[in-house]
């Protein structure tokens, strides 16, 4: 690989540009006619058959794209790099961006406040602080980062943050909604600095339901930036001195039993999440981690950023505000005809597939029967969804006493723009994760066993199941067990280029031995 020529030195040259450019294009099946007949020709001269797989081979065997390129970044034309027009942008408001909200701001800065995320997040746009009131009551407070004290309505950087429609995560890389030095830097909570928020305190009935909500703009100064296995750890460990985060624990716990009472589904699952340190290598290391969404820290930041969706949304209708609001009516099938199924995922995964098809509205609420609330809005992670955004601009001018910049209808439209987008990220996310978990299963030694869980029998004996170790579900025909149990299987082929997988049940002789 050192002897092979730079991928840059291919592009010199306009004769070979092209030639390397037709193969690109053929190699994602996104060429015209003249591409098409450049690339079969010089695959033909040189004894490959004309098929995109072997313009893809032959673009790694000169060095010009790495063994694990991700060929989806060609086909989706994904938005990777920002013009130097949107940078330039970016750099002024780094130099000169006054805080128009200044003035009504509230200091928080005392208040004990927790940042949890996974380990390695680049953009922290959300923290949480609690206390208990004299009348036992728990009242807890929910600071979102607040991107638009730098960031206005119909700005170039506000456009391309439209056109992008959400940050992308892949297991080899982040490309965020914002360039990199507002997004990381000035848009993201720091540890120990003050920063701009918007903060949305809520007071809890003993019930878990909303007694009180405030939203206000705010400054906070992050006491602890945590990831959820060390926030799991402090938690376990039950330290007087973080009584705030016990607290928040028990706000948790009241929320979901409220939403419970009112009919909310359980959906959490076990997510694999992996991180690729040097992807361009023939044999990059690989991280896995499995991520059960039942963790406390992870339950309580769930609950947190419902809880505030919830409050949001009733702050909108209170005030006759436009917003995105989201809801989801409940399913036609009882959530009582599951409970015969343990809890846990394979329960979550027979709620998940009878529910029903989101909503949207922008003028009012709408019940969020999932969830368990009557209303809900996004609100949490406005530097890396467009959408949350969108909510703020509204939240703000209303707080600042203005207009607000969207009518419904500019709302919708917008939102429905950053949606397309949403939706090729999840693709993209999708099918690199699976990609990377393909490699993660091929390296493996051979007949190695994994745990797997019985979700659903697609048809007889051929079941669906949950690599347990792995967190990612796979099908093959299954001897004996039912839904809810557990089986053994080994993975027979694993090979992420042609995205095969195949797995056998492991029998287990369950013979006494004489």
């Known amino acids: 690989m ?33 591409q098409r007949r450049l690339a079969g020709n010089i695959l033909k001269a040189m004894g490959f058959t004309r098929t995109s797989s072997a313009a893809l081979k032959l673009l790694i065997n000169v060095g010009y794209f790495p063994v694990h390129v991700n060929l989806d970044l060609f086909r989706y034309d994904v938005r990777i790099r920002y013009t130097d027009e949107v940078l330039s942008a970016a750099e002024e408001l780094l130099v000169d961006s006054p805080d128009t909200d200044m003035h009504i701001r509230k200091d928080l800065s005392t208040l004990k406040v927790y940042a949890i995320d996974v380990d390695e997040a680049d953009e922290l746009d959300d923290a949480l602080s609690a206390t208990r009131l004299p009348d036992g009551r728990i009242k807890v407070w929910i600071h979102v980062a607040d991107p638009t004290c730098l960031v206005k309505p119909h700005s170039i950087i506000d456009r391309e943050a439209m056109h992008r429609g959400t940050s992308i995560f892949l297991p080899t890389t982040t490309f965020p909604m914002f360039p990199e030095r507002l997004a990381m830097n000035s848009m993201s909570l720091q540890q120990g ?14 019930d878990g339901s909303i ?34 985060l016990r607290i928040l624990q028990e706000a948790a716990r009241i929320r979901e039993q409220w939403r419970r009472s009112q009919g909310s589904i359980d959906t959490a699952m076990i997510e694999p999440r992996i991180k690729v340190s040097n992807p361009d290598d023939p044999e990059p290391n690989i991280n896995l981690y499995v991520e059960d969404q039942a963790n406390p820290a992870m339950q309580l930041v769930s609950e947190m950023m419902i809880l505030c969706g919830e409050a949001v949304a009733a702050f909108g209708f209170d005030n006759n505000l436009p917003l995105p609001y989201r809801g989801h009516p409940q399913s036609n099938t009882a959530v009582s005809v599951f409970s015969h199924l343990p809890e846990g995922p394979a329960r979550s995964f027979a709620n998940i597939s009878v529910l029903r098809a989101a909503e949207m509205d922008f003028q009012k609420p709408v019940p969020h029967g999932v969830l368990g609330i009557p209303g809900y809005v996004q609100f949490t992670s406005p530097i890396r969804r467009y959408v949350d955004l969108l909510a703020h601009y509204q939240v703000k001018a209303f707080l600042r006493g203005d207009s607000p910049p969207y009518s419904a209808g500019d709302l919708e439209g917008m939102t429905f723009i950053a949606s397309m987008h949403v939706k090729v990220a999840r693709r993209l996310h ?53 839904v809810g149990d557990q089986v053994s299987v080994t993975v027979e082929t694993a090979h992420p280029r042609d995205d095969i997988l195949s797995v056998r049940e492991v029998v287990e002789d369950t013979k006494d031995s004489e």
Not at 193 to 201: D, F, Q
Not at 211 to 239: D, G, H, Q, R, W
Request: aromatic share 8%.
């Open 2 to 34: 050192e002897s092979k020529p730079p991928k840059a030195s291919w592009l010199v040259e306009e004769k070979v540009r092209q030639k390397i450019e037709s193969l690109q294009a053929y190699a994602v099946d996104a060429c015209d006619d003249e």
């Open 193 to 206: 600095k003050e920063c701009k928020s918007v903060t949305v305190s809520v007071i809890l009935n003993l």
């Open 211 to 244: 007694a009180e909500y405030t939203l206000e703009n705010s400054v906070i100064k992050p006491t602890y930036m945590l990831t959820y296995e060390s926030a799991t750890e402090l938690l376990y460990m039950n330290l007087e001195e973080e009584e705030e």
């Open 430 to 482: 999708s099918n690199s994760l699976r990609y990377w978990l393909l490699e993660y299963l091929r390296r493996q030694p051979k007949g190695r066993k994994y745990r797997a869980l019985i979700l659903k029998f697609v048809k007889d004996r051929m079941g669906a199941l949950l690599l347990v170790e792995v967190g990612m579900q796979v099908t093959t025909t299954i001897s004996r067990g039912k």
